[in-house]
């Protein structure tokens, strides 16, 4: 097992074996098997070496201590919540680690009985009846919502009206999914962070697909008048879709009771800081439930007449229904989907409510204790907030940014002279240290 | 084995009403499970002892690579720093990005290609970035081509990323042989084709001999050659996809290197592309310059397809488990795929209408597929993907992986020839040895119930 | 279900011939297992689906406080740097030092000692360093005490540690009422009496009510009082061994402070005492002056009972576990932990002979207490603890611990119920569920066959 | 879960769910339920504060970080060997972590047969007929080896000779095995780091109940005159107790080929550097069998006839046999044996003897790198070395030892002018930086 350059650990055949496998086959040798002519054969080198486990670990240590030690204050989407320990040890079982997609259910029911529960939780969080087992990000969800739109019956128009204040990735993302649509995408203003609503009613109109809406807002804002817009997109037969996350969502105004016709985000739980990995939440009205991409899991009966899960509905995928599916997903996120699960259910309604509070109240102080510093105004807007908020600057945004990383501390520089600041309760230790570090810097 | 659902524990509804908003602003309450920790330890063990995973017992699904996902990986991408926020500042973690810039050249070199995006969460999101990718090309060349071509036998992702992308899609039959028709793929092209879509060794396991003249086909007639990375793990060492003709491709890295599937994700699927494709990859993509590692747009950019940075932990994992091998582990990784593909075939009394095969065949039942693999279940193995693809009468579609040892072949065998030789009712009331009897899954459709708060029972 | 064993799969022969020793410091070959690590993942995955732990469900173990082992200590016992070298010198371990010091400060609130010593490796390595401790103690001070007096009802440990440290063991029946007898142990002391050990809550879950009585008795006559901590998880807060009058004491913290038991250690046996018999402690104590922490040898140490710092990750866990529960959540613990056991005991329909009991009890099975343990494994939890103590005629001795729900607390007893109702047949052909059936002990240890290279079937 | 202070978070009681139960029990509250008197009653404070899961850990983290960074080339008996991932991953599912001791067999075949496995390997290494589950330490297997020999009918005496040279732990945990019996015990000469064989003759005599020796020694000397240890003993009817290691077991000759009565040791397999957390060998002949302290795992038949595995001759164990038990030993280290298999099956023979030879190679290679400094001379013993070595320095040892510690190195200093180094795979990187340290301190 200890050593490398022989072949590949992780195949278990020695000489004996092979040779005798051969013989089974009635082969001279291993490359007899390979039916590839000559002229295209590679008989170069990827010039690999290779190393053994511990050599490998030691290696990866040493390139991610490159990496300077900073406290991250930062968010815009991809946010740090502390995963409880129980999380990694359940969700690390090889039985859920190592499983495939459920295709034979009968010995899949645990790993289909969480994605249930999972469904269920977010069909409670968001008020709509329908969630599935998850996308790829909050990103990727808003693109399938507007393929959902433009292809739902009960929808006419193209026009895909979106905020002007956006995370970039999501806007790039939306656009790369309606390349293939003659859909455009259109920014509605903002004023002081939350949608400009007057702004937003002239700009609808019934060549609209869908109005896209955050809460909270990309720059941590709590939106104010979201059964506003909803009513609009109705007025409108537009697709109202609401980008929120799995914390804010327990806290925040139900979706449903908004207007909401998809739910879009990411989770936010069931990992930290993961260097993007995520989890795209997808929840809707029944009425799409056949136009809803990824999949689906739903209850049935066993031949016992026992409650058994399976999943279903299976025929708007793509790998039964091609290029008529929903999508073209296939492998999604459904292990971050069950520690996501985990995860809500180990905070319980209590737990994860008084989550979402305290990034109300974390960012608040942390905006109060800053907005006492000379140089800088916070929040820059007069919103409530939920985890983040921009920090208006005398001095350049940028070099700020620079000089707080010196100090050792990452945020983010949205604009000349922007700040934004992200706290949850990981980094909400270090709130006095990064105000003393703003003070020297401002 | 029952194991009810968290909402019939313990459940509890919380009053929104003292929080630090502004009443209009809340919701009212939110209810949700409630259980202790250590219920949902139990909940969740047994849970996963409903679930047959890798460390279960062979797991043969063709086309999809069950292989043994080496538990270091996941040790590195737990270790302190390995996940980091996505909006770091590049100067401030030179590290990852070295990481990032070093997995991008080993799979370049594996694919023989000239650069690699990282962003691709997924394969079928890899075929969706390289099919952008293709387009933005042929936009910027001023070619106007709608139509992609893909072989009946390709994975289903194919046919919905082309879709996707806004291409009519131009299926392909397949030759007597069970690859592509050449002469049919020489009718198929056609100033609108922008490329065509294949997999090598295709699905039924066989190498495309006609790679070059397919390649020639394609190329002459403007079109690119997309190759579907999902059988990469048969040909590693032996011949490369840049080496074949192809422009673009998508690697799967839980099929070809053994990250683990996590019972549907998350995947990652790295795209490689030739020079001339380079400047259209998404943004931003890891450079390397005197030493230091910067984030940069390829000038041409289709944009971006994930919200971050891709599944960044799933990549390191990719990055460990190269690494470990090296040259010789992965050139003897699909040396013994191949091995226990060929060895398993010659063990099993079913029909094998195409040959030679490589890492995987496709059996014919000779009955219903869907009661052999059930009827397998009941012998303690995972059965084979079944009735796909179509080209093959009730297919059983095998892929061992180089991981399993002749024993766990032997076994393998077995459970196939039994469930050839058992009777029709033993296979129709199959599986009678597993956590749930046979279900229902045209019934769960017909009446979809899709969460708990959909139950009425 | 049946698992090969590891050298029936792959074993392999390496002969020493190369090394880089003369041949004759060298053996000739080693033979071991030599299976590929997929194939160890499977052996051992299926190793564990064959055995029963507290997160498989009920575990009322009496006397063994089989609760949940918190997931986030074996994270805590994982960090980089917990565990280093123990040569490694003080000064350049001081966070380390740090955290055992505090380990020992919380452990003598919690007794009401005055010092702890966190050396011992295990409870039975506690009682022994204990009953050394008090040993020195008496040899320093010119007595010449041979004798140990220990409950009949007591840990068998007991009984070997004071045999161990060389005294002579009087064993104390028993009074009416499952309690010490004070007037025979009034007649068991004299000048030979170096201490009582004893357990309290005792083993039959009840509170020695007279302890103070008893504690004059023994210290009257020159003795010293030591107090078993196997059930001190009963009395969290409520009242502690210091106050009750012992002058030395083991924690047993895969007992009350939840570390996992691993099918049998590690565990860790930390010691604490009086004033009067700190001098006698092991070597080294950790002390803290001005901020530094300092490894001392105590004035009059008994030397060291393991050759190196202890159990120390498992110390690890028990710190983090007590830090996580605080005044509020030991105090909880024994609460719900003496609730839960009444509870139990209210719903099971077996006579329960004594009480009133706290955090376990004993009930009485009134046919054979194998047996229906046995049977208790058919409808799938774990039995209490069986035949012990021997007061109770077919003992069933029962802790649920604060883990369990009301509803686990119900399973329990409806096995045990069912259990009392099943006929005899049924019960001594049990268990017939589980992965053996009877196992024919006697058989077993007629025949002792110890390893592989024992078997010859 | 996520809150703090409000009684065990491992407790899962609601208010309602107690009122409950205290109901059906009958009692109006818990408290109701402590039959404890007043005057012994409690009614202070612990004074520790509950702290959440995050808090802790991060607590414990910033403890560790006060600890220095440094690289120990430390040894003397606790051993830094690297441990697979499949170690951790496998031994850490919570059906063997969180087991019982296995007293009901049928729900603990795993277990059982995970340490039967363990206790066959052991026989292999050593060459003896039987093996125990595992004792705490080699110290306290060292003990259990002397009460073994003073107990057992066919030795008479009641000297125990052990080496001059030996792990202070290792002589104070025999001195206290030893406080209840009437046994001496005594010291023989060494020679140049091995046993003197000459000067052990002569203090043997009949009244000897035990002699022991090491293989490698304390210092890492590689002992050469085993089998003649053996034969005096045997002589002299006293039992011969050879202490070593897992690893060193590997390439050393075969305890059973020199005579050797019992084998007893640290492991050295399964956990790395763990603050002095082992595991302890005891391996010994058939003849001593009723006389073994610990579990043994033997096999037997269940009721269907099948193979089974179970905890046998409990009759020598002290929840039987009280104080006529072998030994006080009940909780001993059973999960550590469990990770020492699994490390051992994983480096399988051929890996376990390379790691030993690299054992040989790399201290011999130190030790040669070293002896080019002026002012040390290494090894400073005439012998072959196993791990580790003794260093002669002209300046004081503990000086530079603590020199060393400020150029991030830890060593031994174990004389005046003596220093001991061990090197194992996973400080061998370091070779030549502990090289250069030494050149600046000698």
Known sequence: ?442 | SYEPLLAEKRSTEVTVDESPLPDDLTRESVELPDPSEPELARHYTRLSQMNYGVESGPFPLGSCTMKYNPKFTEDVAALPGAGTHPARSAASTQGTLELRHHLQTYLARIGGMHSVTLQPPAGAAGEFTGILVAKAYHEEHGNDRNEIIVPESAHGTNFASAALAGYEVVSLPSAEDGRVDVDALEAAVSDDTAALMLTNPNTLGLFERDIEEIAEIVHGAGGLLYYDGANLNALLGRVRPGDMGFDVMHYNVHKTFATPHGGGGPGAGPVGVVEELAPYLPSPQIEERDGEYERVEPEHTIGKVHGFAGNWLVLLKTYAYIARLGDSGLTDTSAKAVLNANYLASQIEYEIPFSPFHHEFVASADRDAADVAKRMLDYGVHPPTTKWPEIVDEALMTEPTEAETQAALDQLARAFNHAADDGDEALETAPERTAAGRIDQADAARNPRLSWQALDD
Chains 1, 4 share one sequence.
């Open chain 1, 1 to 442: 097992m200890s050593d490398t350059g022989r072949g590949s650990p992780f195949a278990p055949h020695t000489d004996a074996e092979t040779a005798a496998m051969l013989d089974a086959i009635g082969v001279e040798s291993q490359e007899a098997l390979f039916d590839i002519p000559e002229d295209v054969r590679f008989d170069g080198e990827f010039g690999i070496a290779p190393r053994s486990e511990r050599e490998i670990r030691h290696e990866i240590q040493l390139h991610l201590d490159r990496d300077d030690d900073l406290t991250a204050f930062l968010g815009r989407g991809h946010y740090d919540h502390y995963v409880p320990s129980m999380v990694d040890h359940l969700a690390d079982r090889s039985e859920f680690l190592s499983s495939y997609t459920q295709y034979q259910p009968e010995v899949a029911q645990g790993f289909l009985q969480a994605l249930f529960e999972y469904q269920s939780m977010l069909v409670e969080l968001t008020g709509l009846e329908i969630a599935n087992c998850s996308m790829y990000d909050g990103a990727s969800a808003l693109g399938e919502a507007a393929t959902l739109a433009l292809r739902a019956r009960s929808i006419d128009g193209t026009r895909v009206l979106i905020p002007e204040l956006l995370a970039d990735g999501r806007r790039a993302v939306l656009e790369n999914y309606l390349a293939g649509t003659d859909a455009t995408i259109e920014r509605y203003p903002m004023a002081d962070g939350n949608a400009d609503r007057d702004a937003l009613a002239d700009a609808l109109d019934d060549d609209c697909a869908m109005v896209y809406a955050e809460n909270p807002t990309v720059r941590g804002t709590i939106e104010e008048g979201l059964s506003e817009i909803g009513e609009l997109a109705d007025e409108h037969g537009a697709l109202f879709c609401l980008g929120t996350d799995g914390v804010a969502l327990s806290l925040l105004e139900k979706p449903a009771s908004v207007g909401a016709d998809v739910v879009v985000g990411d989770a936010a739980l069931g990992l930290g800081a993961s260097g993007g990995l995520g989890l795209g939440l997808f929840a809707t009205h029944e009425d799409f439930l056949r136009q809803v991409p990824g999949r689906l899991v739903g209850v049935g009966e066993d031949s016992d007449e026992n409650r058994a899960y399976t999943l279903t509905l299976q025929t708007r995928e793509q790998h039964i229904r091609r290029e008529r599916a929903t999508s073209n997903i296939c492998t999604n996120q459904a292990w971050v989907a069950l520690r996501a699960a985990m995860h809500a259910a180990w905070l319980g309604a209590d737990g994860l409510v008084g989550l979402a509070e305290d990034c109300v109240t974390n960012a608040r102080d942390l905006a109060d204790r800053l907005d006492d510093i000379d140089g800088v105004e916070a929040p820059a807007h007069d919103r409530h907030h939920f985890r983040e908020f921009t920090v208006r600057t005398d001095r350049s945004a940028a070099d700020m940014r620079e000089e707080l990383e010196d100090e050792g501390f990452a945020v983010h520089a949205i604009d000349d002279q922007l700040l934004q600041i992200c706290v949850t309760e990981t980094n909400a230790g270090q709130i006095e240290d990064l105000a003393a570090a703003v003070e020297v810097v401002a």
